[in-house]
């Protein structure tokens, strides 16, 4: 499928029609709007619009593409994916690439109270300080979130909000596939995750588009119990598509508390250690016998 016509095609099929003044009746059989009412409502020809939405319209003025968005009821995020849908043949955006800098690195280190990591636009993520390692009990490079959320920790695992946390991945990785067609590793881990998860099947057909922003992030750590925290997305610059992502919690809150006591418990047992929690939960044995929860791979 197209993924212009896919999302214009999903798009209309969201309008009510007798909210844009178009009467309907038990016999109607289309769900939203045709295309030649969106032709209609937008000022446009029923073929242009059709053309458009095969992808075969060149050069749509931006005054057409706001008469379309604002019948669709397009949000700000939606309407740039239009407008980047129907000009990415003109002109493919590069996927961008490179290493993070040494001194981003040791932005990390500077923040000890909360997690921080560095994650680009395929949601792999590229580096981590030592609180992220032990709240993902793992290390950071060679993580993606995408597999980790979709394929590793589904529904009743790390992600205490896990059905929101899938609708954006999905969200953002449509938003990525549009602004960066050409890329292959991007196409590779979208195909691997409708491959195997039929619930990125599903969300994936809805051809959503999300853009990551700040917001609650709540995590169900097997050792410290519920974390719920505040994370803040910084892009950085040079277009690099990455993002320091910061996730603090509030003051005085059980949060704190938690992210103190994993910090604690971890003291010593290496950032980057591929057994980190295990080391922590015979830590937290010793120290706390009574509050440990059962460990096992569903909680």
């Known amino acids: 499928m197209d993924d212009l016509a896919g999302f214009l095609r999903t798009r209309r099929s969201r309008v009510d029609p007798a909210a844009v003044g178009i009467p309907t009746d ?24 059709v053309r458009l939405e ?22 700000e995020t939606e309407r740039g994916h239009l407008y980047r849908l129907t000009r990415q043949r003109r002109r493919r955006a590069k996927a961008p690439g490179g290493r993070v800098r040494t001194e981003l690195l040791r932005v990390l280190d500077l923040v000890a109270d909360a997690p921080a990591l560095i994650m680009d636009y395929r949601l792999d993520v590229l580096a981590g300080n030592r609180l992220a390692v032990l709240l993902y009990g793992r290390p950071m490079p060679g993580l993606n979130t995408a597999r980790h959320i979709f ?4 529904e009743r695992g790390l992600y ?17 596939a ?16 409708a491959m195997r998860s039929e619930r990125f099947r599903r969300l994936w057909a809805r051809a959503d588009v999300r853009a990551r922003t700040h917001g609650r992030k709540a995590y169900r750590h097997p050792l410290v119990g519920l974390l719920e925290l505040h994370q803040e997305n910084f892009a950085l610059p040079d277009e690099s598509g990455m993002e320091l992502l910061v996730l603090s919690a509030a003051p005085d809150s059980p949060a ?28 937290l044995n010793d120290a706390h016998p009574p509050e440990v929860p059962p460990a096992c791979g569903r909680c």
């Not at 980057?272 to 929690?277: D, G, Q, W, Y």
Request: proline letters at 4%; aromatic letters at 4%.
């Open 178 to 193: 549009g602004k960066y067609p050409g890329d292959p590793r991007l196409a590779s881990l979208i195909g691997e995750l």
């Open 256 to 283: 704190e508390d938690g992210l103190r006591l994993l910090a604690g418990l971890g003291a010593g047992s290496g950032d980057a250690h591929p057994t980190v929690n295990a080391q922590i939960r015979e830590q």
């Open 26 to 49: 038990s016999r109607r059989r289309v769900e939203g709007l045709r295309r030649e009412e969106v032709a209609h409502l937008s000022g446009v020809s029923v073929d242009y619009y």
């Open 151 to 154: 394929l590793e920790e589904a």
């Open 54 to 75: 095969q992808g075969r319209a060149t050069q749509p003025s931006e005054q057409v593409l706001d008469a379309i968005a604002r019948v669709l009821g397009l949000d």
């Open 160 to 176: 205490a909000d896990w059905e929101k946390c899938t609708l954006d991945v999905v969200g953002h990785l449509r938003l990525a």
